[in-house]
């Protein structure tokens, strides 16, 4: 596991932490939820899951996050950021590498928004936030990913279920939102996904 390094962006740096497998068969770069870091317990059973499956990992921080402030920016800042660290990535420490993306929560809208412009070969979006407290479905920003996505959610969970799709596989795990206590579940989902997916 490497030492986190900053990634200019035009809304501030974001910070990135590395955690490369030996001969990677790809790599997975994750975001984190609206107001948690990178060390939320699923995440890290995501990461797990793809060292374990000889992903090399990226664990980003957003740069809202990176100058302390716990309130998110808005999407189009949180897409350009995230796109400014694929872009780097992708020329310098994962040059080479087909690249998943996703997160938990806001992370994985991110993900889903900007999937196509950061050329990712799927989408893993742990605890999909689908229908927030204004009602409006966020279903379309799944629904117009167009590679094979794996959504892992709680059954629990107060956004609602996701339902499946043509490219998006959906697997239920005990838990809320938070997913605090499915760590297992959460590896074991995304560590058959991307045996399948690679």
Do not use: N
Not at 35 to 51: N, S
Not at 69 to 81: E, G, K, N, V
Not at 171 to 197: F, I, K, N, Y
């Amino acid at each position: 596991m490497g030492d986190p390094f900053e990634i200019e962006t035009a809304h501030g740096p974001a910070r990135a932490e590395l955690r490369p497998v030996d001969a990677p068969r790809a790599a997975l770069v994750l975001g984190h939820g609206a107001g948690g870091g990178v060390q939320a317990p699923d995440l890290v059973a995501a990461a797990k899951a793809a060292h374990d499956a000889h992903v090399t990992v990226a664990l980003v921080e957003q740069p809202y996050r990176v100058a302390g402030r716990r309130s998110p920016a808005p999407a189009h800042q949180l897409d350009a950021a995230w796109i400014a660290v694929l872009e780097h990535l992708g020329g310098h420490e994962l040059s080479g590498l087909r690249t998943i993306t996703g997160g938990r929560s806001s992370g994985a809208r991110v993900a889903c928004r900007t999937s196509a412009r950061t050329g990712a070969v799927g989408v893993l979006c742990v605890a999909f936030p689908l229908v927030p407290p204004s009602g409006v479905s966020r279903l379309p920003e799944l629904e117009a990913v167009t590679v094979p996505t794996l959504v892992v959610q709680g059954v629990s969970d107060r956004f609602g279920m996701p339902p499946p799709g043509l490219r998006r596989a959906v697997v239920q795990v005990a838990g809320d939102h938070g997913l605090r206590s499915a760590s297992g579940a959460v590896m074991a989902a995304v560590g058959e996904w991307l045996e399948e997916l690679l």
